[in-house]
């Protein structure tokens, strides 16, 4: 008796080590990024987020294009990803023959196993060259009224980017939403088709409604990747710290700055100043993981109530 | 139970006797720095681990940067920069550094220009024609100043896209130290370093991310090194030096570089090699050192380095042409040597 009572209570101290290992790990490299990145922080303060200027020779720096270009390329990730992302969930969840979603789920996930350089490399060799001489002209042709479509064509740049990540978060998106869809209870969807309603309008009303949050939470996690990735954007972005209207042109992002510079870095402040960006993208990630850990967690626990 | 006992003491006492006589007989020494002359002291560790068995030497190509960090917080035995150190980053490392030459590099202008290829083998440029691209001034390839160097060449009328390295490194340095070299606009505006403000152009992440968006892109110009060039036979342009010859860069061009800097090449040895002044010398190249403390506190690895390095620019440099590096010339070796006895092993 007593000496159950001993195991259990070691097993129950060394778990509780391992779960806060990670956490102290997490709360570790803050303390550290935070502490390289001081005396950029000193020294450039405030403007630093606003300031457009990149030049390492003159050590003058700024974050706000790359801010931008993050941002802006991970958005655009989202415009493509979320529709293709959200059809393929609902398809998987309330339509697909049961034979058939077994393997597709499978393929989906299997899109997030694909290493990020295989598809920078699969970017250059193909979308690069197809965004240059095919779509791009196309939108510059009849869409080049608007500012997005303007300046010159080289493939590489926002674009590219968008669609490479839109490509990449679609996996999490698109199998975290099926996840919700089938947490939806049944009877709700009994419910609905009991008052006559359509396929679509079960879907709309019943499994769409009921898990709004959540897959807000999962949009939010494939933001999540894409606002990281680091890779396959560096190898398709064009990495020019510039801000521009236009998907055409070359821009950079945080992750792709701090990938690029940071082993010949030689100066202090200049490693210091790639430390704040890193600091600034840790910030940005973490926000959006904790908002998007409490939507799905909200959709969940409602989710247990209708059983 | 006694078997098993007796079974895995054996393995530990075997354990301990192999890995005994493996410390008495193999010195680690540890270095890290420049990617650029990776193959080559890749290729020298492994050939001088055939001459003296009793030390092994560790190379980690982690970039320029961090190699000069290392070697100044001394948690490596050597570094090795593309570039070399500034007084101030002397001056915080406390004790004297040496810095070694040990091969040479060159990087050449490459491009996509589908037209002229066919027509001809290279490209043709003076010094103020590539600065004015890369500054954005010239922007279309049939402009005048590019058709004067190249006279019969049919030029198309077509955007030049000017490509350049988005990671820090010294091929970059080599580069624009050259451009600051030869135009005042470029030394004022942009200046020199591993990484830049570019003016214009589109960045591809390492030799294999400039070539991948020159093959790519119709009418783009890039530069690389020439040993990556040769590697993937790309096409590069002759470049205009000093004596107003046409130069094509290659290793006899690159050594003749070196040839014409020794003279006046400071006892510290960090010199820039660009736009030199003899009359076959290729005006981009620059050289690769290895950082060594003056007092090497650890007698054992400081007699070992000092005999490696004296090796290496010796007999280890007839490796180099095979790897593409142009050798350093006989005069500038006997220079390295006697910098190498100044090493004083306490």
């Keep these: 008796m007593k000496r159950s009572k001993l195991t259990d209570f070691i097993f129950q101290k060394v778990s509780a080590v391992f779960a806060l290992s990670a956490v102290a790990f997490a709360i570790l490299i803050l303390f550290i990024i935070t502490k390289e990145a001081f005396p950029a922080i000193k020294n450039f303060g405030f403007p630093f987020l606003f300031n457009t200027r990149w030049d390492p020779v003159k050590e003058n720096f700024g974050a706000l294009t790359f801010i931008w270009g993050t941002i802006v390329s991970s958005l655009l990730a989202l415009i493509i990803a979320v529709p293709i992302s959200l059809g393929t969930a609902i398809y998987l969840s309330e339509l697909a023959p049961s034979k058939?979603?077994?393997p597709l789920s499978f393929l989906i996930e299997l899109l997030a196993a694909i290493p990020s350089v295989i598809y920078g490399l699969w970017g250059i060799f193909v979308l690069v060259p197809l965004l240059r001489e095919t779509i791009q002209p196309f939108f510059a042709k009849y869409f080049g009224f608007l500012p997005f479509f303007q300046g010159d064509i080289y493939g590489v740049g926002m674009m590219a980017a968008g669609i490479i990540l839109s490509i990449m978060i679609i996996p999490t998106i698109a199998s975290v939403s099926r996840d919700i869809f089938m947490a939806v209870p049944h009877s709700q969807r009994e419910a609905a088709?009991?008052?006559?309603?359509?396929r679509w309008e079960t879907i709309k009303l019943a499994v769409l409604k009921f898990s709004k949050n959540g897959v807000m939470g999962a949009v939010i996690l494939g933001l999540g990747r894409a606002l990281g990735?680091?890779?396959a954007v560096t190898m398709l972005i064009g990495n020019?710290?510039?801000?521009?209207l236009s998907l055409f042109a070359p821009a950079a992002t945080m992750s792709s700055v701090i990938a690029n510079e940071f082993t010949e870095a030689t100066s202090d402040l200049y490693v210091s100043t790639l430390m704040e960006i890193g600091l600034i993208l840790f910030g940005l990630t973490l926000f959006l993981n904790i908002i998007a850990r409490f939507l799905v967690w909200s959709t969940t626990n409602k989710a247990s109530f209708g059983k | 139970m006694k078997k098993l006992l007796t079974i895995i003491g054996g393995v530990f006492i075997s354990l301990i006797i192999v890995s005994g006589v493996f410390a008495a007989k193999l010195l680690l020494i540890n270095g890290a720095g420049a990617t650029f002359p990776y193959p080559i002291y890749s290729k020298w560790f492994y050939e001088y681990a055939k001459i003296d068995e009793t030390v092994n030497f560790n190379y980690q190509s982690i970039g320029s940067g961090g190699g000069i960090r290392q070697i100044s917080e001394k948690t490596v035995d050597f570094g090795a920069t593309d570039g070399p150190m500034t007084d101030e980053q002397l001056q915080k490392a406390g004790a004297e550094i040496f810095h070694l030459p040990m091969v040479a590099g060159a990087v050449v202008l490459t491009y996509n220009l589908q037209e002229v290829s066919n027509s001809r083998s290279s490209l043709r440029?003076?010094?103020?024609?590539?600065?004015?691209i890369f500054l954005g001034k010239i922007k279309k390839w049939n402009d005048g100043r590019i058709a004067q160097d190249n006279p019969g060449v049919n030029l198309p009328d077509k955007k030049i896209v000017v490509v350049h390295r988005s990671d820090g490194s010294g091929t970059t340095f080599i580069f624009v130290d050259y451009l600051s070299e030869i135009s005042g606009a470029w030394k004022s505006k942009v200046g020199k370093g591993t990484s830049v403000d570019w003016p214009v152009g589109l960045g591809g992440k390492g030799n294999e991310g400039?070539?991948?968006?020159?093959?790519?892109?119709p009418g783009s110009i890039g530069y690389v090194e020439l040993s990556y060039a040769v590697k993937n036979k790309l096409p590069y342009g002759d470049i205009k030096n000093i004596a107003g010859n046409f130069i094509t860069p290659s290793l006899e061009s690159t050594t003749k570089a070196l040839d014409a800097k020794v003279d006046t090449m400071p006892s510290d040895f960090r010199v820039s090699l660009v736009n030199p002044s003899g009359k076959d010398a290729y005006p981009i190249a620059g050289l690769t050192w290895i950082l060594v403390y003056k007092k090497q506190n650890d007698k054992a690895k400081g007699e070992k380095i000092v005999k490696f390095l004296n090796w290496a620019v010796t007999d280890g440099q007839k490796y180099a042409a095979d790897l593409l590096y142009a050798p350093l010339p006989n005069s500038l070796i006997t220079k390295i040597q006697n910098k190498i006895s100044e090493i004083q092993v306490k």
């Design chain 1, 100 to 102: 058939i979603r077994q």
């Design chain 2, 125 to 132: 440029f003076s010094p103020d024609v590539v600065a004015d």
């Design chain 2, 210 to 217: 400039v070539t991948g968006l020159v093959k790519q892109t």
């Design chain 1, 229 to 231: 990735e680091t890779m």
């Design chain 1, 240 to 244: 020019r710290p510039e801000i521009s």
């Design chain 1, 193 to 198: 088709l009991a008052l006559g309603a359509t």
